[in-house]
């Protein structure tokens, strides 16, 4: 998921907590342009997969999206894994 961190009612801030929390297995991208401002740590610290300063750069923009893509296919990987192993095992 990409947002920014200004937006409408909520920051993107609020949204990736929430997303973080609730819907763990999504990655979240950041992306700001505040000027002066840099909440790369703390967005980092709250569980986004990353962030991306504005103004956006195609080629680090896809790079971010791959790899949250990448990682996204691999936690389901090992969430089916675990499910049949304790399928089998009776775990």
Not at 25 to 41: E, L, M, R, S, Y
Not at 63 to 72: D, I, K, S
Request: hydrophobic share 40%; charged share 20%; net charge positive.
């Amino acid at each position: 998921m990409l947002c920014d961190v200004v937006m409408p009612g909520k920051t993107g801030i609020e949204l990736q907590n929430y997303i973080s929390k609730e819907y763990s297995d999504i990655p979240v991208i950041i992306i700001t342009g505040a000027g002066g401002f840099n909440p790369g740590k703390r967005i980092i610290e709250n569980g986004a997969h990353g962030f991306i300063a504005k103004p956006l750069n195609p080629e680090e923009l896809m790079n971010h999206v791959t790899g949250a893509a990448n990682t996204r296919n691999r936690n389901l990987k090992v969430k089916c894994i675990v499910a049949c192993w304790n399928s089998v095992f009776g775990i």
